[in-house]
């Protein structure tokens, strides 16, 4: 199946730093979501972008598809932003309408 | 608006005992669903996927089943639970197709003692 990794696994920084998140997969992809998973275990959804650049507030996200990698940046960051972010895809190539998903990104905002 | 329940929330359950985990979609028709399950805090294991009533696909064999019953409704159940099926479970959701973002339930945490 496709292989999704997610780098780097922990991230610790003081608040109003700019977090960089990213995520490489192994093959094409027709779906990709960004996921921000609280402390209650709730799965958030940032943002679906198979490809492009999109923004909301202080999170923005790139995905370049030819080259098999994603990017999710928030800035200023803030200590409600701690928690567990996915990367997730969907992959034409190994069944459609199923996501894979990264194993993840603990992202620790210290105040 | 689409909202996703799931229920219950927290459960233990002894070794050997059955369960049946309920997710019900509210607000859209013919959905996709979806069951995975999250060990250790890392990592989503996608278990079963539907899509339409009847139609399930299992992705992992294990001693856990899943039925849709109705359009929106998607049950997991075992009939006896192991140790290693504690964890977190969580239900999903999306526009039926591809290329569709995937919405999550609140998950329900099993512990099997």
Do not use: M
């Amino acid at each position: 199946g496709i292989q999704v990794e997610q780098s780097p696994p922990d991230l610790i920084l003081q608040e109003g730093a700019i977090s960089t998140l990213r995520c490489n997969f192994s093959d094409s992809v027709n779906n990709l979501q960004w996921f921000h998973q609280n402390p209650w275990g709730q799965l958030i959804n940032l943002f679906y972008i198979p490809s492009g650049t999109k923004q909301n507030g202080r999170l923005s996200a790139t995905t370049v598809a030819t080259e098999r990698y994603s990017l999710l940046y928030i800035s200023s960051s803030q200590t409600t932003d701690s928690g567990v972010y996915f990367c997730a895809v969907e992959a034409p190539n190994f069944g459609n309408e199923k996501l894979t998903f990264g194993t993840g990104t603990r992202l620790t905002i210290i105040p | 608006s689409q909202t996703i329940h799931q229920w219950p929330a927290t459960l233990v359950q002894p070794v050997g005992s059955p369960l049946s985990l309920e997710c019900t979609v509210e607000g859209t028709s013919n959905p996709n669903l979806y069951w995975y399950r999250q060990a250790a805090g890392r990592g989503l294991q996608l278990l079963f996927y539907s899509v339409g009533i009847g139609q399930i696909s299992s992705e992992v064999p294990q001693n856990l089943s899943a039925s849709r019953p109705q359009d929106r409704q998607f049950i997991l159940s075992s009939k006896k639970l192991l140790l290693s099926d504690s964890g977190f479970y969580l239900c999903a959701w999306s526009v039926g197709g591809s290329n569709y973002e995937q919405y999550f339930g609140p998950g329900t945490r099993l512990t099997v003692t």
